[in-house]
């Protein structure tokens, strides 16, 4: 996958209106400042568009007063946030070491194998899914744990993969 | 308890004593167990009253550091007129470490009853709770018991009917080991990319958007009710080994033992016993190697280290390693030392905020001369090069993540050379093929 600039479609769509700018307003009673709202708007972003572009980058930034430049360089500090659109299921695997102990790589290479995705980072050419090596999930001793958008599955062997994919058509 | 295991008779069940069952979950489930007792007598109390009751029993801070609570609470200013901030450390990312996640999943009232506490005596109005990312399920269930926690009137501007405003926000991280380092996380909330702070100030001075703050880890904060209803002394004879050392602790312990999962101990407890006992021990035919016990960032500990260790912070010191989180990562003979180390390099050569030199290329340069190791490319000087780094990274940058980077590598060069030398020498076939 080119890591190049990515745009989204033209015209371009504000995410901050009506209900989500509602939203987003009521947070601000919960900080002194607007700046600390730019995670939470990040997720909100991200939630609705599924990753964050450039223009919404800039968007974010005059919300919140800040500039899209300052924007970016939070944005690119988080490993959670994408930058570029993804597959439609984006699977998480953990291999940090004490999920390695326990065959974690072998889970990778049945979710790479049963995806179609072939290699780390790539998304499936039907658009369904996309996989990613991860660190540390939290959850070690239930190895090897898989986040699937935003749900969390413990203990996942190769075994058990067809049918968790299975789940998200 | 065990969880995911019925509790085990060795086992001393305070925090855990509703892991697994749904009806703690509830503001109601939770009264009816005795919650929310804490926070009642602690309003009945004067802020000074109860940060002494927490300095009497003795509770240190479980998120690595293991600084005494109470002497950390009575730092914060009074009377300044200016805000001041709780914020609770849900970060919860450290390798071999998953104990956060479950006081949040099971009992979210008693963490947000220990924040209420620490909030009253330290004169907070707002306190944040950071939750990691990745952790959704932790954060839904937090979500709901705080929402109930308003709608019943513990938490608002009148909390419990005490007059006090006490309010408690979640704050969501986005995928980054070192926003658990106390000044990374406060940036964070501040909306700004992960960089740990020179201290000082420290947080009880200028923290949280500049303002008197104090940062407490979740098991910590989640122990406190507890101390409030059945009193300092009860919490200090919860004690098996050193003094210094009160209260139980929860132990999550992974990798190659029979029942991995989290186990409250006393601290104090033979280490054995809970490798062998509660967690079932090796895997069948397999015996012990080496244990990492307090998260990835401490020393590596042999077999025999482990074997003879108690379970507290003094006890891990006397065997050259640390307490940390308690996060222990357990490796039997099948384990390839080497592999593991670079693996744990790579870790944090990925998480390095790469701030500080030292850090940024230590910790990459770390992983490549473990890869090239791994690969049948090693050179015998490759040791005095691994030593040299980490005696460079130790000591010498903002935070410690640079240390822990090395704490592995030394130790596991110390206590396992013979393993390095075999793909240096060409004894042991390649492993890793360098791109
Ligand atoms: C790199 C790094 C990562 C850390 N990660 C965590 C973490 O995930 N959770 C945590 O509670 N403390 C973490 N800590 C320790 C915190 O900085 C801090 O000491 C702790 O939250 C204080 O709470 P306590 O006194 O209750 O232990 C980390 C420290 C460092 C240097
Ligand atoms: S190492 Fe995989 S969840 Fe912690």
Partial sequence: ?169 | MGFPHPSHPGETVVLSKHFGDAGARTHAGWVERGGYEGLRKALGMTPEAIIEVVKASGLRGRGGAGFPTGLKWSFMPKDDGKPHYLVCNADESEPGTFKDREIMRWTPHALIEGCAIGAFAMGVERCYIYIRGEFTEPWAVMAEAVREAYAAGTLGDNAMGSGKPIHITLHRGAGAYICGEETALMNSIEGRRGNPRIKPPFPAAAGLFAMPTTINNVETLAAVPHILVRGAEWYKSLCKGNPKSTGTKLISVCGHVQRPGNYEVMLGTPMKELLYDMCGGMRPGRTLKAVIPGGSSVPIMTAEEAESALLDYEGLIEKGSMLGSAGMIVMDDSTDMVYQIMRLARFYAHESCAQCTQCREGTAWTTRILERILSGKGKESDFDLLLDLADNMTGTTICVLSDSCAAPVVSGIRKFRGEFEAYIRRERAPVLELA
Avoid at chain 1, 25 to 54: C, D, H, T
Avoid at chain 1, 93 to 120: K, N
């Fill in chain 1, 1 to 169: 996958m080119s890591a190049g600039h990515v745009v989204d479609a033209e015209p371009y769509e504000p995410v901050f209106t009506g209900e989500t700018m509602a939203e987003l307003e009521r947070r601000f009673a919960e900080y002194p400042n607007k700046q600390a709202l730019l995670l939470p708007a990040l997720w909100m972003v991200q939630e609705r568009r599924g990753w964050i572009s450039e223009s919404t980058i800039s968007e974010v930034a005059a919300v919140l007063g800040l500039t899209p430049a300052y924007v970016k360089g939070v944005v690119t500090f988080y490993t959670m946030y994408h930058t570029h659109p993804v597959g439609r299921h984006f699977i998480q695997v953990c291999t940090t070491s004490p999920c390695g102990l326990c065959g974690a790589e072998d889970t990778v290479r049945a979710l790479l194998e049963h995806t179609g995705c072939g290699e780390v980072g790539a998304t499936s050419a039907d658009g369904r899914f996309t996989v990613v090596e991860v660190e540390c999930l939290g959850a070690c001793g239930f190895a090897t744990p898989v986040m699937v958008g935003d749900d969390f599955i413990e203990s996942v062997t190769p075994e058990k993969v067809p049918e968790l994919l299975a789940r998200y058509p």
